[in-house]
């Protein structure tokens, strides 16, 4: 039996009410993201890939079509079972890091364990393994303050990694950094979708995309287009 998709969508629209006017952000988005993929999503603002992502992380629900992850539907789940599935099965990274300035880069990884119920001091080890494995382990103890944009970045790609999602969420994760340094977050993207994991990212850095498996392109919350992407990467 093939496995299935990490995510497949069928169908999905989702609508918003601005101004008095019904606005289709998304109309009729069908597609699959499988395991192991590094998924870009590119278009001019107002394309409808914020709106995509939000679905994609629970964060929101259609107003029509169908969500599965893993199999199984989750676009029509209640409140309490969105948020313990984005709890425990999607990883978020944001263009502006969202860290607490008053906790350690060890600390602020370990937050999502914390909020599930885990106590610091079993949260450590992992959260102090994973600072490692994106080369951060001489700043476990420093404060953001004291991390320049591209280490505070590497910071919030460990914490969304702390609960071990199959599925990583990447909203503009290089908006805020210099090239070379945007150029290693990339790379360090890429290794976790070697690993199994799916990452799926919304850009408008075309550069961005030649880091990517595929690139989805979308135009007026329709799928313009779905192609794998051209690696130009140069070591």
């Not at 599935?85 to 990274?93: K, L, P």
């Not at 885990?118 to 700043?139: F, I, Q």
């Not at 910071?155 to 702390?162: G, P, Q």
């Amino acid at each position: 039996m093939p496995e299935p998709a990490m995510l497949e969508l069928s169908g999905v629209t989702k609508e918003y009410r601005v101004g008095g006017q019904t606005v289709r952000a998304l109309d009729g988005i069908s597609l699959r993201i499988e395991p192991g993929e590094f998924t870009s999503i590119i278009g001019p603002s107002g394309s409808g890939k914020s709106t995509l992502l939000h679905l994609l992380g629970a964060l929101d629900t259609p107003d029509a079509g169908s969500i599965r992850f893993q199999g199984a539907e989750i676009g029509s789940l209640d409140d309490e079972r969105q948020s313990e599935f984005r709890r425990h099965r999607v990883g978020f990274i944001f263009q502006f890091f969202n860290l607490l300035p008053t906790l350690t880069a060890w600390e602020n990884v370990a937050i999502p364990k914390l909020l599930d119920g885990t106590g610091l001091r079993k949260a450590k080890p992992r959260a102090l393994e994973l600072l490692d494995l994106v080369g951060l382990s001489d700043r476990a103890g420093h404060r953001p303050a004291e991390l320049s944009g591209g280490q505070m970045q590497r910071v919030a790609v460990a914490r969304a990694m702390i609960m071990d999602p199959p599925l990583i969420l990447a909203d503009e994760p290089t908006g805020n950094l210099d090239s070379k340094t945007g150029a290693s977050i990339l790379e360090l993207l890429g290794e976790i979708a070697g690993s199994g994991n799916s990452v799926v990212m919304v850009t408008h850095d075309m550069g961005a995309v030649a880091y990517c498996d595929r690139v989805i392109t979308l135009r007026d919350g329709r799928i313009g287009a779905n192609d794998p992407a051209e690696r130009s990467v140069t070591a």
